[in-house]
């Protein structure tokens, strides 16, 4: 059985993809989740939800990815945080995945990446399982009919969770594997039933391909003024910084949730849909997100739930913490429907410092930006993990080293480029402690951080008194109307100030650490704000 939402002239087996069973071709919602249901892949949820289970793969399996090493690609690739393929190597993966996937059934859709169809890209998705030829619908943007008739795949990607890959035999390091081949546009994933390895080839992608066009790749949220895109911000941020939720304000229109351009057009989603965390997940909190969890079609990720009501239990983590829900944009009633706004008038950058050090919000120079972009830190808490006694520092480079396959330097670049040039207002957020370290300190109030992105988006930020600080040099409000004074100066907020002031040196010592590798790549006017 085959469908026909396809150009008739560019089916697999004018690819080289023959001898399968039976192709879908670009089934819509309904038939996928019909689809992944009658497979045995899924259950049905309230409201039509689609229940579903990624077995042994609850996140991402960075240490199997890798990128075929070329002509192409050698001078192009970060390489330290890019592990290489030799292109016979993946020309053997190909031709063993291919044969094992003959007589075996498969999902296909063909869609695009990016909003802004200037820096837009055709991806064909192929997929063993329905549940994920549905996610993969969502997460990218759906071509109308018209553009899906003429439809020719820029990159296509297999996704085969039965096939496993032979270390020996294919120059990989387990059975699991994600090779990326530039040359031949073809992404190749076996051995993992966890979606969002789809999502994120595609992002990756993105990162090697816009910036050549002068086009800055992000994995930020971003939204927009209601009424005004041209009043647009974004969100970037580790996870557990608020990223989500923060740019989740029902008083502006949602652009997207992860993955945005900066083009000299402006802002452009990448995606179609949200791939959102439920854990501890709310409707006081987060009623948009809470009330997708009950709509027809979205699938719930490795979630417990109850088998005889399909009660959704968003505290129990024993399958895992990474609980998600996937969905299309539109779900979000104050979704942008073209995925389109102006030039950022405000960057926001999101930490969580679990040191209780760093101020609850600080103004940045551009230069300071692409410093703090640079490290990407935020912290992990005593007792999220084994052995941890005292909080840990996390410097994610970007914002999101897994996914960036040039040297980190070159987005840094772009982004202070792009904000010297549209004159946009970058902040520092810390969602993080106050009053002490984790374990001794509070968590920031989130109605103190919503109070000051409030006053930051809407310009009143600016016309406050700032002190510059004594300890990393950014700009800081003295005092802001609505909030307690004390939290602005967090030196003040610990019981002992000298204890305050060996932990604030000893971040400091670990930017100063971090940063060195960077030192070499970097103009003089970024080391210059460089602490420690």
């Known amino acids: 059985m085959t469908t026909d939402r396809v150009n008739p002239k560019f089916r697999l087996e004018d690819q080289g993809i023959s001898n399968l069973g039976n192709v879908h071709y670009n089934l819509m919602q309904a038939a996928l989740v019909e689809a992944a249901v009658s497979r045995g892949e ?3 949820g309230q409201g ?3 229940l579903v289970s990624t077995g042994e793969f609850t996140g991402r399996s960075p240490k199997d990815k890798f990128t075929v090493r070329t002509e192409t690609t050698k001078d192009q690739i970060w390489w330290e945080n890019n592990a290489a393929m030799d292109p016979s190597s993946f020309d053997q993966l190909y031709e063993d995945m291919l044969a094992h ?10 869609l695009y990446a990016g909003a802004d169809h200037a820096h837009s890209i055709n991806v064909r998705v192929v997929n063993e399982l329905a549940w994920h030829n549905l996610f ?3 997460m990218l943007r759906r071509p109308d009919q018209d553009d899906l008739a003429g ?3 820029d990159y296509t990607i297999i996704n085969c969770p039965s096939f496993k890959a032979d270390p020996e035999r294919h120059g990989c390091n387990s059975e699991t594997v994600i090779a990326v081949n530039i040359d031949r546009k073809l992404i190749l994933i076996g051995n993992t039933e966890y979606a969002g390895e789809n999502k994120k080839s595609v992002f990756g992608l993105m990162n090697y391909l816009l910036p050549e066009k002068g086009v800055m790749p992000m994995h930020c949220s971003a939204n927009h003024a ?3 895109p041209v009043d647009s911000a974004i969100f970037f941020g580790l996870s557990g910084t608020g990223k989500t939720t923060l740019s989740a304000d029902p008083n502006r229109t949602l652009l997207g949730d992860d993955e945005h351009g900066w083009s000299d057009k402006g802002t452009f989603n990448f995606e179609g849909g949200c791939y959102a965390k439920t854990i501890n997940l709310s409707p006081e909190a987060e009623p948009e997100i809470f009330a997708t969890c009950s709509m027809f079609g979205t699938v719930i990720e490795n979630m417990v739930y109850d088998e005889d009501t399909r009660e959704l239990d968003y505290q129990d983590t024993s399958l895992t913490e990474n609980m998600r829900c996937a969905y299309p944009l539109e779900y979000i009633p104050n979704a942008s429907q073209i995925g389109l706004a102006g030039h ?4 926001v950058m999101l930490t969580c410092d679990a040191f209780g050090v760093m101020p609850p919000i600080a103004r940045l120079t551009p230069e300071q930006a692409m410093y703090h972009f640079l490290l990407g830190f935020t912290a992990k808490m005593a007792g999220t993990e084994r052995g941890l006694t005292e909080p840990q520092p996390v410097f994610s480079t970007c914002f999101g080293a897994p996914f960036m396959p040039r040297r980190p330097e070159v987005y840094g670049k772009l982004l202070r480029e792009k904000i010297t040039q549209h004159g946009s207002t970058c902040w520092l957020v810390n969602s993080g402690w106050t009053g002490g370290a984790y374990g001794t300190g509070a968590r920031m109030p989130i109605k103190a951080t919503r109070a000051l992105l409030t006053a930051a988006l809407d310009g009143s930020l600016s016309d406050v008194e700032f002190r510059k600080d004594a300890n990393f040099g950014f700009d800081v409000p003295v005092s802001v109307p609505g909030v307690a004074e004390v939290l602005l100066n967090p030196r003040r907020t610990w019981d002992n100030p000298e204890a305050y002031d060996a932990q604030a040196a000893k971040l400091v010592q670990m930017f100063a650490d971090n940063f060195e590798q960077y030192l070499p790549y970097i103009d003089d006017d970024v080391k210059a704000v460089a602490v420690g």
Do not use: S
């Open 101 to 110: 996937m003959e007589g075996r059934d498969y999902f296909v859709q063909d």
């Open 151 to 153: 439809f020719v795949a």
């Open 42 to 44: 899924g259950e049905l």
């Open 136 to 138: 993969i619908r969502y």
């Open 48 to 50: 039509g939800t689609l």
């Open 226 to 228: 209601n009424g005004n």
């Open 344 to 347: 950022p008038k405000n960057v």
